[in-house]
């Protein structure tokens, strides 16, 4: 009997990977605005489409608790943005209005400057060290969907990139510097990915939210190119919505004990 059952239950386990695959290409199909074709969806999608490790985590700690695989894909967490530590609730009120202002509401002598360099741990962290930033948060933009968390992102199906906003004064830092310490940082030929983070969530942009941040962009990608014998892979768009990311993931390498102060120069360590 027992042997049955582990069968029925091989059996049942199959059954739903089968469903679970189908309706990730529905799914994908729905969120990324990309139509699936007939004959896609015949195809193993092991061949197709590699889940991510949190996708599979989700699946099988749905299927494993008898409750069904789709629902802990479609599930959607959601983010109290009011618990968040200024900006992060200026920033939702933002996003929620579909908004990617230039300057502060609370504070309009600071600007604002978006920039998405890999896993947005350690560009925070660089960029909480420049003199003349006020306020930094991390979170999400460019994507298709309102309000996505952490997990959602990073399954691929909401296409938003993490991402790093920056509140500054430009009496005392310039948007160039901005540029200087995303560049310094990053491989800008590398797509969709920095290092061994790989994935669209992890594609690194620069979004400005003037048209002087657009012309000191377009300078400065220019300027670097030469330095690199691929092209420049690093996105160049104007800003979107900008949604805060879940209040652990903010300043998160601070919190964990490394240097933040104006003008330090410890290495950053993205992962302990």
């Given at each position: 009997?027992?042997?049955?059952?582990?069968?029925?239950?091989?059996?049942?386990?199959?059954?739903?990977?089968?469903?679970?695959?189908?309706?990730?290409?529905?799914?994908?199909?729905?969120?990324?605005?990309?139509?699936?074709?007939?004959?896609?969806?015949?195809?193993?999608?092991?061949?197709?489409?590699?889940?991510?490790?949190?996708?599979?985590?989700?699946?099988?700690?749905?299927?494993?608790?008898?409750?069904?695989?789709?629902?802990?894909?479609?599930?959607?967490?959601?983010?109290?943005?009011?618990?968040?530590?200024?900006?992060?609730?200026?920033?939702?009120?933002?996003?929620?209005?579909?908004?990617?202002?230039?300057?502060?509401?609370?504070?309009?002598?600071?600007?604002?400057?978006?920039?998405?360099?890999?896993?947005?741990?350690?560009?925070?962290?660089?960029?909480?060290?420049?003199?003349?930033?006020?306020?930094?948060?991390?979170?999400?933009?460019?994507?298709?969907?309102?309000?996505?968390?952490?997990?959602?992102?990073?399954?691929?199906?909401?296409?938003?990139?993490?991402?790093?906003?920056?509140?500054?004064?430009?009496?005392?830092?310039?948007?160039?510097q901005l540029l200087d310490v995303l560049f310094g940082r990053i491989d800008p030929t590398q797509?969709?990915?920095?290092?061994?983070?790989?994935?669209?969530?992890?594609?690194?942009?620069?979004?400005?939210?003037?048209?002087?941040?657009?012309?000191?962009?377009?300078?400065?990608?220019?300027?670097?190119?030469?330095?690199?014998?691929?092209?420049?892979?690093?996105?160049?768009?104007?800003?979107?919505?900008?949604?805060?990311?879940?209040?652990?993931?903010?300043?998160?390498?601070?919190?964990?004990?490394?240097?933040?102060?104006?003008?330090?120069?410890?290495?950053?360590?993205?992962?302990?």
């Amino acid at each position: 009997m027992l042997q049955l059952s582990r069968m029925s239950r091989s059996g049942a386990f199959v059954a739903a990977l089968a469903t679970v695959s189908a309706s990730a290409w529905t799914l994908q199909s729905k969120f990324v605005g990309r139509p699936v074709a007939s004959s896609v969806a015949k195809r193993s999608v092991a061949a197709l489409h590699r889940p991510s490790s949190s996708q599979l985590n989700m699946f099988f700690g749905s299927f494993f608790s008898n409750g069904n695989p789709l629902d802990a894909i479609t599930k959607k967490k959601t983010i109290d943005y009011k618990t968040l530590d200024h900006p992060g609730p200026e920033l939702a009120a933002f996003a929620e209005q579909g908004l990617a202002p230039a300057e502060s509401l609370r504070d309009p002598n600071l600007k604002l400057a978006t920039f998405a360099g890999g896993c947005f741990w350690g560009l925070e962290l660089a960029y909480q060290r420049v003199p003349g930033v006020a306020y930094t948060a991390v979170g999400y933009t460019h994507g298709d969907v309102e309000a996505p968390t952490y997990d959602y992102v990073c399954s691929g199906g909401s296409g938003h990139t993490e991402a790093v906003i920056v509140y500054y004064d430009p009496k005392l830092c310039s948007y160039n510097q901005l540029l200087d310490v995303l560049f310094g940082r990053i491989d800008p030929t590398q797509v969709n990915g920095q290092g061994n983070d790989r994935g669209t969530q992890y594609r690194t942009g620069v979004y400005f939210h003037t048209p002087e941040q657009e012309q000191a962009a377009k300078a400065k990608i220019e300027q670097i190119s030469s330095k690199y014998r691929r092209p420049i892979a690093t996105e160049l768009k104007p800003a979107q919505p900008f949604w805060p990311a879940e209040r652990y993931h903010q300043q998160y390498l601070e919190k964990g004990g490394q240097n933040a102060e104006k003008g330090a120069t410890d290495q950053i360590r993205c992962y302990g």
